[in-house]
Nanobody, 121 residues
Framework: QVQLVESGGGLVQAGGSLRLSCAAS????????MGWYRQAPGKQRELVAV???????NYADSVKGRFTISRDNAKNTVYLQMNSLKPEDTAVYYC???????????????WGQGTQVTVSS
């Protein structure tokens, strides 16, 4: 089995910073792309940032220049550094990863349980 466990959410004032972490554990052969999504109340889940196993990154336009995604392959962990936070960043943030449990075959997609980020004005 594979688990993704997020941490680092919380309440912060506008302009502040938070760092989210997501650690993958279990039977893992390799991890391809890892990413962060978010879902605000009444809205669809949206991509925030993604990083490939070659360290290529992609960001939603709304967070470019403020958020930075990174990963530590030795720890099977992905991070999201969030600076200059705005009230509209308030959402539940979910970690996502494409993981191969064995050498052969395609990777499977896994999700974390989500962590709440609340930005007050």
């Amino acid at each position: 089995q594979v688990q993704l466990v997020e941490s680092g959410g919380g309440l912060v004032q506008a302009g502040g910073s938070l760092r989210l972490s997501c650690a993958a554990s279990g039977t893992i052969f390799s991890i391809n792309a890892m990413g962060w999504y978010r879902q605000a109340p009444g809205k669809q889940r949206e991509l925030v940032a993604v990083i490939t196993n070659g360290d290529s990154t992609n960001y939603a336009d709304s967070v470019k220049g403020r958020f930075t995604i990174s990963r530590d392959n030795a720890k099977n962990t992905v991070y999201l550094q969030m600076n200059s936070l705005k009230p509209e960043d308030t959402a539940v943030y979910y970690c996502n990863a494409a993981i191969k449990r064995i050498r052969w075959g395609a990777p499977s997609e896994y999700w974390g349980q989500g962590t709440q980020v609340t930005v007050s004005s």
